[in-house]
Structures are given as structure tokens and as C-alpha cells.
């Protein structure tokens, strides 16, 4: 069964680092659109960022420049770098899939979800 597992989440201070992990079985990663969602306290789950199956990138607004969206098809591994980050960062971070599409903009279009990292951006 298609299984996405989430690691790399943790306290960082502002201005820091942290590389988020997706590992990914079940399913032909390369086939599929993945996607990095985030969810704060109070607030609705917003994608981040996504990486089609055709190799098109999107970003949010609110990440561009400071993200980077990476997938290794052979270990299949998705990866989300974030650096500079801020306390309006702070969310739990889900990875998410679908199958070839145009990287979705609605949670309810992924079928596939992990179970989520938490990252904390704090002095």
C-alpha cells in the first residue's frame, strides 16, 4: 500500500535550517505529483510547495527563495530544504501525493498523506 513518512522536523531559531524528508513506498514515485503541505494552530492545511511528475515546480509565495523541493526517484525520497526560517514557518509539515495532475492546490485533491512533522521556528 502507498506509505509517506515524514522526518526531519524539529526546534529551530530564526534565520536557521532544517531539511524535511519524505519517504515514499507503494507506488512508482516518478509518476506521481508531491507535495509539501503546512499546518498551524488555528489555521487551514496550505501547500508549500509541489513537484510534478512532468518535473514542473510551485512554490508558495511565502517560501519562494528561501525552499527547495528535491525528489531522488531511485531512493524514493522527497525532500523539502528550508532555510531562513521564520516563526510564521512553525507548522506541521505533511507530505502528500497524487497521481500525474498539475500539483493540486486543494488538500482534498492528494489521496495520499503522511502523518506529519512538526517544525518549530523559535528564539
Known amino acids: 500500500q502507498v506509505q509517506l513518512v515524514e522526518s526531519g522536523g524539529g526546534l529551530v531559531q530564526p534565520g536557521g535550517s532544517l531539511r524535511l524528508s519524505c519517504a515514499t513506498s507503494?507506488?512508482?514515485?516518478?509518476?506521481?505529483?508531491i507535495a509539501w503541505f503546512r499546518q498551524a494552530p488555528g489555521k487551514e492545511r496550505e501547500r508549500v510547495s509541489c513537484?510534478?511528475?512532468?518535473?514542473?515546480?510551485y512554490y508558495a509565495e511565502f517560501v519562494k527563495g528561501r525552499f527547495t523541493i528535491s525528489r531522488d526517484n531511485v531512493k524514493n525520497m522527497v525532500y523539502l530544504q528550508m532555510n531562513s526560517l521564520k516563526p510564521e514557518d512553525t507548522a506541521v509539515y505533511y507530505c502528500?501525493?497524487?497521481?500525474?495532475?498539475?500539483?493540486?492546490?486543494?488538500?482534498?485533491?492528494?489521496?495520499?498523506w503522511g502523518q506529519g512533522t512538526q517544525v518549530t521556528v523559535s528564539s
Open positions: 513537484m510534478s511528475s512532468h518535473g514542473y515546480i
Open positions: 507503494g507506488f512508482t514515485l516518478d509518476a506521481y505529483d
Open positions: 502528500a501525493a497524487h497521481g500525474p495532475g498539475l500539483c493540486f492546490r486543494a488538500p482534498s485533491q492528494y489521496p495520499y
